[in-house]
């Protein structure tokens, strides 16, 4: 029952759903959007709806678990109040779209990740996913009352807790419901039976019952781009949640979890490889770079410190609405050790003022496409058809009105030049993605 379908060559894509109001710190303060979004179902609801309307692949929520801040007293945490809950809400509202929660495999026992994330696969009729990390970071473990362990550690938990997870997935069997009030018989006893799996970091009795969900059970996803997750993802994720800057290195990172994939046995198309892609869409660029800047504040002139360093040239920050010298450009040279130099530089010779440079997001988390819908869907392309992405995580500055701007402005070019789908052909976030039944664990790995 191994079978891969074929999602052909079209290109997946993922809504980036963190604390409801987008990826640019700022935008909790634009005008329109309600300050207290944090706090709204609703509001999560509407942006889910947005994206499924946009015939988005899934939604993703990342987790610490738990808020990471620098200083709230300026700043909205980044994360959900609970992805589980939230995912909970936005399940009976939406209809197609994959729901893809982080759990972490540290701080959980398998047990109640087991429980929860089949609970929201039958109640969402199978489109949950589970994004399995080890979480990194002390102030993480703090929440928890611990150290973070050693990554030898972290990453043997998780590999025992996957397995562990996916036997409970499978230990109420497939056909093991009968609920038959006539003859009053409710279960096939011998079909629903304890895992009795015990690791040298985690254990489980089971069963857990639960019956299978449309899907059978949630899809895996990994984050990370680390040898250690290539090797956690290529044994058992069928999606990646990545983050690359260049085209070389996301196909250099797609074609390791690939290979990992390929060592433990399964077909590497089992894997997909997905990168961030960070968006303010707007009629043209200077529209999108006001935008930008109106959301950056007084932060765009702290960056210019470590544009500096980026580019090798001592940088003014009295002159923030000056391009570069022409002896400042001839002495630039990209920093061996920031991957995202080269396109700094780049944008630097155009003749953008330091200003706008700095607005292009050249020193964000992903690349960052500021301007017409267009200049997104050429990005997409682009790295699509290099075999370097087998899709994008969509991550936009402001959610109230940016996953609308993508979907409107973006998602039609992309349909149109037969790289999108026009409409879900499936029901499951599996069949969205092409990836393989499975029930329980995967005996080849
Ligand atoms: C795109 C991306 C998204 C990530 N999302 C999360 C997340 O939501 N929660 C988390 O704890 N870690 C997240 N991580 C971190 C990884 O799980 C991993 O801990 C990190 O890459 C460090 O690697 P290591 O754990 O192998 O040292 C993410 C990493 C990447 C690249």
């Not at 009795?196 to 059970?217: C, D, H, T, V």
């Not at 990209?334 to 630097?348: E, F, G, N, Q, T």
């Not at 940016?402 to 409409?423: K, S, T």
Request: net charge neutral.
């Amino acid at each position: 029952m191994n079978q891969i379908s074929n999602i052909g060559n079209k290109m997946l894509i993922g809504l980036h759903l963190g604390n409801g109001y987008g990826s640019q710190p700022g935008a909790w303060r634009m005008p329109g959007v309600d300050p207290q979004s944090y706090t709204s179902f609703d509001a999560r609801v509407k942006q889910a709806q947005a994206a499924e309307r946009g015939k988005f692949h899934f939604l993703f929520l990342p987790d610490g678990p738990g808020a990471v801040l620098a200083d709230i007293a300026t700043e909205s945490p980044a994360f959900n109040l609970d992805v589980m809950m939230t995912l909970a809400a936005v399940a009976r509202e939406t209809n197609r779209i994959g729901l893809v929660a982080t759990g972490s495999t540290t701080f959980n026992e398998p047990f109640n990740l087991a429980r929860q994330f089949k609970a929201l696969d039958v109640m969402s009729h199978g489109r949950a996913g589970w994004n399995a990390i080890t979480s990194s970071g002390e102030d993480v473990a703090a929440n928890y009352g611990k150290k973070i362990p050693s990554s030898e550690d972290r990453y043997g938990r998780a590999h025992e807790v996957v397995q562990l997870i996916q036997a409970l997935w499978g230990s109420w069997g497939k056909d093991a419901w009968v609920h038959d009030q006539q003859s009053g018989h409710f279960a096939k006893k011998d079909q629903i039976l304890p895992i009795n799996l015990q690791g040298k970091y985690a254990g489980s009795r089971g069963p857990l019952y639960i019956p299978p969900s449309e899907q059978g059970q949630p899809v895996i996803f990994h984050a990370g781009g680390s040898p250690n997750a290539h090797e956690l993802a290529g044994r058992f994720a069928n999606a990646v949640i990545g983050a690359a800057f260049t085209i070389d290195d996301a196909r250099a990172q797609r074609n390791a979890f690939r290979e990992a994939a390929k060592s433990y046995g399964r077909n590497p198309d089992e894997i997909k490889y997905i990168p961030g892609l960070m968006t303010t869409i707007a009629k043209d660029r200077r529209t999108a770079l006001d935008r930008r800047i109106q959301l950056a504040g007084e932060s765009l002139a702290q960056r210019a410190g470590y544009l500096q360093q980026m580019l090798g040239i001592p940088i003014d920050v009295r002159r923030m609405d000056e391009p570069f010298s022409k002896e400042q450009l001839a002495d630039a040279r990209p920093s061996r050790y920031d991957p995202r130099s080269p396109h700094a530089l780049k944008i630097a010779k155009e003749g953008w003022s330091l200003r706008d440079i700095l607005a292009h997001g050249v020193i964000d988390y992903h690349p960052v496409i500021v301007g017409p819908g267009i200049e997104a869907a050429d990005h997409m392309q682009a790295w699509f058809e290099a075999g370097a992405a087998d899709g994008f995580w969509i991550s936009p500055d402001v959610n109230a009105d940016g996953i609308d701007a993508f979907v409107d402005e973006v998602v039609p070019i992309l349909q149109q030049r037969g790289l999108f789908h026009q409409e879900y052909d499936g029901k499951t976030l599996r069949s969205h993605l092409g990836a393989p039944d499975q029930y329980g664990i995967d005996p080849r790995v």
